[in-house]
Structure formats: structure tokens, C-alpha cells
């Protein structure tokens, strides 16, 4: 059986800045505020006959949108990112465009992007571990990670 939550409706949302470099039009830093769909796929259990708790899962998507929240979204394992230094500031270039934003503003994320699809996973994966760590057995798992209303990516994750 699933459980799906509606990120707009549950209000698992965060608004955070960008960039997807050397992208034409995605390239400079803008935002976007996002909204977070989740499905868990799983077999009824425990006291209440739950595939998770709903409470469970918004509050520990929750948690993961709250890192995200009014920040600048960086990839750390990007390949058009070249960083400078990493202290007080992040300081680094794309090409010969340079950044140096306070380390407080942004969220570095391990992964190569942060467009909708790298977003979708990396929560996909947070996610899982969370609701794993809490005992949850869980067969399946989607995340879509919307940039505003009309356009968002799917990560979904079977577990075997
Ligand atoms: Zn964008």
C-alpha cells in the first residue's frame, strides 16, 4: 500500500537560490519555491495498521527542507565549480564568472547539480535513511521536487 503527501497542501515547501551553470538561461543565481511531493510504498503494520506514520514523514521531510530554506543551493561535486576556499566564505568560479557569498547563506550539497532531478534524489536518499534509522519497512519510495506549481522532477527508489 502507499501513503502520498501533497507538498503544497502538507506545506513541505522551502524557497531557496541557485544556479544550474553554464546553463543559457538557468545559469545565473535565481530562485524558486519549492514544493515537495512524497509517496511511501510499503506493507501495513505496528499497533495502527500504518504504512509509516503521515506525521513521521513530514516531519522528517521537513527537516530536510529546513537545511535547504533561504539559502544558495551549492553543489559540491559539480564539475563546472571551482572552489576557492571554503571558511567564513565560499569562494568560488564558474568560468570567469566569481562568487564569494557568506558561508551562513548558503548550503553546500554533495551532489553534481542542483537542478529538480539531483534535488529529487538527494531527498529521495535523506529520506530513506530517516525513515530506515526509525525502523520503517519500506519498498518503495517517490519524491518529486517542484520548482514552483507546473514543473518538477521524480526520483523514485525500489528497494529490493
Ligand atoms: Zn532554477
Same mark, same amino acid.
Given at each position: ?7 503544497? *497542501? @502538507? ?6 537560490? *541557485? ?10 543565481? *535565481?530562485? *524558486? ?12 503494520? &505496528? ?6 506514520? =503521515? ?13 535547504? /530554506? ?9 564539475? !563546472?565549480?571551482? =572552489?576557492?576556499?571554503? /571558511?567564513?566564505?565560499?569562494? =568560488?568560479?564558474?568560468? /570567469? ?6 558561508? !551562513? ?10 537542478? @529538480?532531478? @539531483?534535488?529529487?534524489?538527494? =531527498? ?23 520548482? &514552483?506549481? &507546473?514543473? &518538477? @522532477? ?7
Amino acid at each position: 500500500m502507499k501513503i502520498v503527501i501533497n507538498g503544497i *497542501h @502538507a506545506n513541505l515547501r522551502f524557497a531557496s537560490a *541557485h544556479m544550474i551553470p553554464c546553463h543559457e538561461f538557468c545559469g545565473g543565481i *535565481h530562485g *524558486h519555491s519549492y514544493h515537495v511531493d512524497v509517496t511511501v510504498e510499503g506493507e501495513r503494520g &505496528g499497533e495502527f495498521g500504518f504504512v509509516v506514520d =503521515f506525521k513521521t514523514v513530514k516531519g522528517r521531510v521537513r527537516e530536510i527542507c529546513k537545511k535547504l /530554506d533561504h539559502k544558495l543551493l551549492v553543489p559540491e561535486n559539480s564539475k !563546472e565549480i571551482e =572552489f576557492k576556499n571554503i /571558511d567564513k566564505y565560499v569562494e =568560488f568560479s564558474i568560468k /570567469d564568472k566569481e562568487y564569494k557569498i557568506p558561508r !551562513e547563506d548558503c548550503c553546500l550539497l554533495p551532489l553534481p547539480s542542483t537542478s @529538480a532531478e @539531483a534535488l529529487s534524489e538527494y =531527498f529521495v536518499e535523506k529520506l530513506f535513511q530517516a525513515l530506515s534509522r526509525e525502523g520503517a519497512d519500506i519498498q518503495a519510495m517517490e519524491i518529486c521536487v517542484n520548482e &514552483g506549481i &507546473g514543473q &518538477g @522532477a521524480c526520483f523514485e527508489k525500489i528497494v529490493k
